[in-house]
């Protein structure tokens, strides 16, 4: 079993567990411009996102975003997720999720 840990724009490490033998790399994502302060992103070998999990920001919205983008391939996550605006900002929950897939190097 394969452990990765990054972390983007946080100071610390989290090491993800996987008991079905996939290599996954789990990333905290600082947010910025949001009313989310972090994103945990866990992303598997072949590029699909395993699990989303949003800290702060609309309840029932990152949680309905966390449930659609779970199986899909990151690169399809970011396609439709990026520039999406929230009201008068220039970016958002969703937004932010497309950067830290980028940063991330999906």
Not at 32 to 52: A, L, R
Not at 73 to 96: F, Y
Request: overall charge neutral.
């Amino acid at each position: 079993m394969e452990e990765t840990s990054l972390f983007l724009n946080f100071g610390g490490n989290v090491m993800l567990k996987n008991d079905n033998k996939k290599h996954l790399t789990k990333v905290t994502y600082q947010t910025q411009g949001t009313c989310s302060k972090f994103i945990n992103i866990s992303v598997d070998d072949e590029g699909n996102v395993e699990e989303v999990q949003f800290i702060g920001g609309c309840d029932g919205n990152t949680k309905g975003i966390c449930s659609l983008v779970q199986g899909m391939k990151a690169a399809e996550v970011k396609k439709r997720l990026k520039g999406i605006r929230c009201g008068n900002k220039l970016t958002s929950c969703p937004d932010q999720l497309a950067t830290a897939l980028e940063q991330m190097g999906l």
